[in-house]
């Protein structure tokens, strides 16, 4: 068995290559393109660059999957906030393993979840993207991440 390296690089320093990789895989995945013909049409680049670097790059998010993380949220008090943020958790399939919420003080209250990210259908920045979007989020926060 080889020895595999792995190496944290900013995007805009790859090839272009391997960015439209990454691109193209993003598309698939999102179910934006249906085939790796179209992804790889839509990025402009050949079928052959696409299977060579496929299964050797992968955004920093994809290496953070089936993985539990704790995230940090600072909240409105008010009715139906909570629910919302379980509600979105469960359409992108994240799994709530613990919640622990403070007292809200002047409004704002702190709230603390486990989250088992196996299942889960983006990456885990979108998803706090997508929890900070919501109608009565003032900050989300990871945390930590585990095995």
Do not use: C, W
């Not at 690089?9 to 391997?18: F, N, Q, V």
């Not at 990789?21 to 680049?45: F, I, P, W």
């Not at 299964?55 to 089936?66: I, Q, R, S, T, W």
């Not at 409004?107 to 299942?119: H, P, W």
């Amino acid at each position: 068995m080889r020895n595999e390296t792995y190496y944290l690089i900013r995007s805009d320093m790859l090839p272009e290559a391997i960015q439209k990789t990454v691109e193209a895989k993003a598309l698939l995945a999102s179910g934006e393109a249906q085939t790796v013909q179209e992804a790889v049409e839509r990025v402009e680049m050949s079928r052959s660059s696409f299977y060579k670097y496929k299964d050797g790059v992968y955004p920093f998010n994809a290496l953070m999957k089936e993985k539990i993380i704790t995230i940090s949220l600072t909240l409105e008090h008010r009715a139906g906030v909570l629910s919302g943020i379980l509600s979105y958790l469960a359409t992108q399939r994240g799994n709530v393993l613990t919640i622990n919420q403070t007292i809200p003080l002047q409004g704002i209250a702190g709230v603390t979840m486990s989250l088992d990210t196996a299942q889960l259908l983006t990456d885990i920045t979108t998803m706090l993207e997508g929890l900070k979007s919501l109608e009565g989020v003032k900050q989300t926060q990871l945390v930590s991440r585990g095995e």
